[in-house]
């Protein structure tokens, strides 16, 4: 990838707060219409994938997203796809006719998001790859976090977990169909496999990163190398889940460090309860808040302020692209997601998790 220097999120969310308008009424359902006064004119559209792979998108970018829409004004309708790439592709057909002048989505796999874009393109709307980059695809702009550095900074969160020791690896990566899995595998082999100790003794992706499926290939591995395994590399906290599930089953939960992604709740309480080693936030605040921007900014008729570009080898072009910076969470800075506004503490401080929060100094 090239890039210069990565947003800052609060310029991001300070610009964000300069396009509001007058207030907007919410009209129900996924969408809802802009006031009068210094709105943008035009509608945006934002597809989400799916509520299976990642609890963020509904619980954590839709409502970041509605409340960048509604404070800047303008037009907005954002739905989920349910990963369902024709389900994504009839969305995106109701938009366009609909009348959106900017289109954003998160592909469930590069060449049904291409052709959603180059039919898009073709009815002269703009489109934006959200948080996944569209190879083959025509977006105008791509935001996301660094993606290869969030892999490397699982690969040294994981190194930091298993200390300096002969280990054994299993890697438990993202779909095969999602870009960002590739390069967050990659930017973790490029810290770990630097590291004659540590050895790759299976590894596989997991379709669509469906949870369910994560357990059964797990179990798979973890039976084929006969349990010996003393860190695994799970792509995302959902995956890691899965993971823990089967380490508990042979009581080697807490033993055995596993990484995520996400900061979700359920892997925030893992790392508390020290049967996750790490996971990693990408503030969905942050990243909705660039998107807005960029979305708003196109709806004027302006092109959104690149941070650098992302090479498309598929495309043959490089993209201009936004690029966020992730943040590595363990045990010691887990307040830090709640400090951002990203989760609320009592969310994550329910039941058993109530005393380890206090522990953590979290209230």
């Given at each position: 990838?090239?890039?210069?220097?990565?947003?800052?999120?609060?310029?991001l969310?300070?610009?964000?707060?300069?396009?509001?308008?007058?207030?907007?009424?919410?009209?129900?359902?996924?969408?809802?219409?802009g006031?009068?006064?210094?709105a943008?004119?035009?509608?945006?559209?934002?597809?989400?994938?799916?509520?299976?792979?990642?609890?963020?998108?509904?619980?954590?970018?839709?409502?970041?997203?509605e409340?960048?829409?509604?404070?800047?004004?303008?037009?907005?309708?954002v739905?989920?796809?349910?990963?369902?790439?024709d389900k994504?592709?009839?969305?995106?057909?109701?938009m366009?006719?609909?009348?959106?002048?900017?289109?954003?989505?998160?592909?469930?796999?590069?060449?049904s998001?291409?052709?959603?874009?180059?039919?898009?393109k073709?009815?002269?709307?703009?489109?934006?790859?959200?948080?996944?980059?569209?190879?083959?695809?025509?977006?105008?702009?791509?935001?996301?976090?660094?993606?290869?550095?969030?892999?490397?900074?699982?690969?040294?969160g994981?190194?930091?977990?298993l200390?300096?020791?002969?280990?054994?690896?299993?890697?438990?990566?993202?779909?095969?169909?999602?870009?960002n899995?590739?390069l967050?595998?990659?930017?973790?082999?490029?810290?770990?496999?630097k590291?004659?100790?540590?050895?790759?003794?299976?590894?596989?992706?997991?379709?669509?990163?469906?949870?369910?499926?994560?357990?059964?290939?797990?179990?798979?591995?973890?039976t084929?190398?006969?349990?010996?395994?003393?860190?695994?590399?799970?792509?995302?906290?959902?995956?890691?889940?899965?993971v823990?599930?089967?380490?508990?089953?042979?009581?080697?939960?807490?033993?055995?460090?596993?990484?995520?992604?996400?900061?979700?709740?359920?892997?925030?309480?893992?790392?508390?309860?020290?049967?996750?080693?790490?996971?990693?936030?990408?503030?969905?605040?942050?990243?909705?808040?660039?998107?807005?921007?960029?979305?708003?900014?196109?709806?004027?008729?302006?092109?959104?302020?690149?941070?650098?570009?992302?090479?498309?080898?598929?495309?043959?072009?490089?993209?201009?692209?936004?690029?966020?910076d992730?943040v590595?969470?363990?045990?010691?800075?887990?307040?830090?997601?709640?400090?951002?506004?990203?989760?609320?503490?009592?969310?994550l401080?329910?039941?058993?998790?109530?005393?380890?929060?206090?522990?953590?100094?979290?209230s």
């Amino acid at each position: 990838m090239k890039r210069t220097r990565n947003l800052v999120l609060v310029t991001l969310m300070g610009a964000s707060l300069a396009l509001s308008a007058c207030g907007s009424s919410d009209s129900g359902g996924s969408g809802g219409s802009g006031g009068s006064g210094g709105a943008a004119k035009g509608k945006i559209g934002v597809i989400l994938p799916d509520t299976k792979s990642s609890v963020r998108w509904e619980s954590a970018d839709k409502p970041a997203l509605e409340a960048a829409f509604k404070k800047a004004g303008v037009e907005y309708s954002v739905q989920n796809a349910e990963g369902d790439a024709d389900k994504m592709a009839t969305i995106a057909d109701g938009m366009i006719t609909d009348g959106v002048t900017v289109l954003a989505i998160v592909n469930l796999d590069s060449d049904s998001g291409a052709a959603i874009e180059a039919k898009a393109k073709k009815q002269g709307v703009k489109t934006i790859d959200y948080d996944r980059l569209t190879l083959g695809g025509s977006a105008d702009v791509y935001i996301s976090y660094d993606n290869s550095k969030v892999g490397a900074l699982q690969g040294e969160g994981l190194a930091k977990c298993l200390g300096k020791k002969p280990s054994n690896i299993i890697y438990l990566n993202g779909s095969p169909t999602d870009n960002n899995a590739t390069l967050f595998s990659q930017g973790a082999h490029s810290v770990l496999d630097k590291d004659t100790e540590y050895k790759n003794v299976a590894e596989q992706a997991v379709p669509d990163w469906d949870n369910d499926k994560a357990v059964t290939i797990f179990e798979q591995l973890y039976t084929k190398v006969n349990g010996k395994v003393d860190g695994v590399y799970a792509a995302n906290d959902g995956l890691a889940g899965g993971v823990i599930s089967i380490l508990k089953k042979n009581g080697q939960a807490g033993k055995v460090p596993v990484t995520g992604q996400d900061a979700s709740v359920e892997g925030l309480q893992n790392i508390l309860s020290g049967t996750q080693c790490m996971t990693i936030q990408k503030s969905a605040t942050g990243q909705a808040g660039a998107l807005a921007e960029a979305a708003i900014a196109m709806v004027k008729g302006n092109k959104p302020a690149a941070t650098g570009t992302v090479k498309d080898d598929t495309g043959k072009r490089d993209v201009p692209a936004i690029l966020l910076d992730p943040v590595a969470i363990d045990k010691s800075n887990v307040k830090a997601v709640i400090d951002a506004g990203d989760m609320k503490a009592s969310d994550l401080c329910t039941g058993q998790f109530a005393k380890q929060c206090a522990d953590a100094g979290i209230s």
